[in-house]
């Protein structure tokens, strides 16, 4: 056992004696993005003192073929490695709870599973040190969700609808709530606002005090833009796949916590009609010998050249990230002109209508980094960030040019000038067929299978894109029952 795996065991004993721990709770990633879990008492963690005879070395066996995108049934056997520095205390649980994310091995090889999302996050971060360009990527994801007080919907052979309230709701002003006391927030101004129009004021503040339990470190949280409940809490940046952990616990707790109080949350991109979505702006820099190399004093925006390439890598590759980075067909309802959303694929400075913004509230160099728009949180987060990686590092590497900054509100382009500004895929086959036809860059250095982008395709078009194909949308009612 390594010197630094006994140290994080040592973490690891006196978090259990600290807590009180019975229960030792273990968490890994289906490849859709979706956290599995089983738990053991915390006796079976008694041989922690020597690893080498203990689950530590073993590993615990589990059926692959329960999981989406994993195993087929006459292969199902797999095997789940416990990372001890990913043990935090689940600040969940009623009995006191230890929570350890797990890496995926076949049984057979003893090797890395290629499905396992960790595992592809975790060979980006290892290529980008083998490239040379940089040591380390830091990612700052924004993650914005809605909180409702009901959530109802059903789809059958012969009924298909939803229903959604919050208190919050523009379309509730005139509810008879005995009393109803005004303040709801009307559509798209909804942000920043100060109770009584929040009304999740202290509901937020409670998240992200579990938020900290669990390890997470938070800069801020606010209302968003939208009605209804819109939120949005931001973590303290983090290298990838520490970051990509931090996601999978932020949202769990955001879940359970609303859960607490009879209300419900979602990352569901666009659950509300003429409203803003809900995204997830990814800022990232990349970092060598601990300098930031996207900082350059006599750059736009301070923005270093190889910052310029990186954005170029992201911008070519586009139309084949939002396969993973905005991966459900709901994701497309959100990515529309008329709603904030990044929909345009240029960059500049300051500039939030463009797919790619370079912020500059600082002169710091330790700040500087460029922020991609165009994702939302049904991604799973360890393909996303990998993919997102892959892409600038494609962009350095053959010095891919992303043209001059517009510094135009992009929104309100038109004619032969919009023309000109590339667009993100309108729908997921959009995407889809664009991440078949443009996928090498994402291959490099073994970072993700053939497997991996095989089965995600097929899931995505038999499972979602063709299901909801097959059915009739309640608005084509309106459109067309008295044709």
């Known amino acids: 056992?390594?010197?630094?795996?006994?140290?994080e065991l040592k973490r690891l004993n006196k978090l259990i004696k600290e807590n009180n721990v019975q229960i030792v709770d273990?968490?890994?990633?289906?490849?859709?993005?979706?956290?599995?879990?089983?738990?053991?008492?915390?006796?079976?963690?008694?041989?922690?003192?020597d690893p080498e005879k203990s689950i530590w070395s073993e590993g615990i066996g589990f059926d692959g073929s329960s999981i989406r995108g994993f195993q087929k049934i006459q292969e199902s056997d797999m095997l789940m490695q416990l990372d001890p520095s990913t043990a935090v205390f689940d600040p969940i649980c009623k009995v006191p709870t230890l929570s350890i994310i797990c890496n995926i091995y076949d049984p057979i090889t003893k090797k890395p599973y290629s499905r396992d999302p960790r595992f592809v996050a975790r060979k980006a971060a290892e290529y980008l040190k083998s490239t040379g360009i940089a040591d380390e990527s830091f990612w700052g994801p924004e993650m914005e969700f809605f909180i409702f007080n009901d959530v109802r919907f059903d789809q059958t052979e012969n009924t298909g609808y939803y229903f959604i309230d919050?208190?919050?709701?523009?379309?509730?002003?005139?509810?008879?709530?005995?009393?109803?006391?005004?303040?709801?927030?009307?559509?798209?101004?909804?942000?920043?606002?100060?109770?009584?129009?929040?009304?999740?004021q202290d509901l937020r503040t409670e998240m992200i005090q579990a938020l900290m339990k669990a390890g997470i470190g938070i800069e801020l949280h606010h209302h968003e833009v939208a009605t209804a409940g819109q939120c949005e809490i931001d973590m303290k940046f983090d290298k990838l796949v520490p970051m990509a952990d931090k996601c999978m616990m932020y949202k769990y707790i955001i879940k359970n916590v609303a859960k607490k109080h009879n209300m419900v949350a979602t990352f569901m991109p666009k659950p509300l009609f003429g409203d803003n979505g809900s995204g997830m702006h990814a800022?990232?820099?990349?970092?060598?010998?601990?300098?930031?190399?996207?900082?350059?004093p006599k750059g736009y925006a301070l923005l270093s050249?190889?910052?310029?390439?990186?954005?170029?890598g992201l911008l070519k590759h586009a139309?084949?990230?939002?396969?993973?980075?905005a991966p459900t067909t709901n994701s497309y309802k959100r990515l529309v002109p008329g709603y904030e959303a990044p929909i345009n694929l240029a960059y500049s400075a300051r500039n939030r209508s463009s797919a790619i913004r370079i912020p500059v509230y600082t002169n710091n160099p330790k700040t500087k980094r460029i922020e991609f728009r165009p994702p939302d949180c049904t991604c799973n987060p360890y393909l996303a960030f990998a993919a997102m990686l892959m892409a600038g590092i494609d962009g350095i590497k053959n010095k891919i040019d992303p043209g001059q900054p517009l510094e135009k509100n992009t929104y309100e382009l038109a004619g032969e000038e919009a023309a000109k500004v590339p667009v993100v895929p309108s729908s997921l086959e959009e995407s889809i067929r664009a991440?078949?036809?443009?996928?090498?860059?994402?291959f490099?250095?073994?970072?993700?299978?053939?497997?991996?982008?095989?089965?995600?395709?097929?899931?995505?078009?038999?499972?979602?894109?063709?299901?909801?194909?097959?059915?009739?949308n309640p608005y084509e009612f309106i459109l067309y029952f008295d044709m």
């Open 166 to 200: 919050s208190n919050e709701g523009e379309w509730n002003t005139g509810r008879d709530e005995k009393p109803n006391l005004g303040y709801k927030l009307r559509y798209k101004e909804g942000g920043f606002l100060v109770p009584p129009h929040d009304t999740l």
């Open 435 to 442: 991440l078949e036809n443009d996928n090498k860059f994402l």
């Open 1 to 7: 056992m390594q010197k630094k795996n006994r140290a």
């Open 305 to 312: 050249q190889t910052g310029k390439y990186y954005i170029g």
């Open 444 to 472: 490099e250095g073994g970072v993700f299978t053939p497997d991996v982008i095989n089965v995600w395709v097929n899931y995505k078009r038999d499972k979602e894109i063709g299901e909801i194909r097959l059915r009739p």
């Open 26 to 49: 273990l968490k890994f990633n289906d490849l859709l993005g979706m956290w599995q879990h089983f738990s053991i008492p915390v006796s079976e963690l008694t041989e922690i003192d």
């Open 283 to 296: 800022h990232q820099s990349l970092w060598k010998k601990g300098k930031n190399i996207f900082f350059d």
């Open 319 to 325: 139309p084949a990230l939002m396969a993973l980075c």
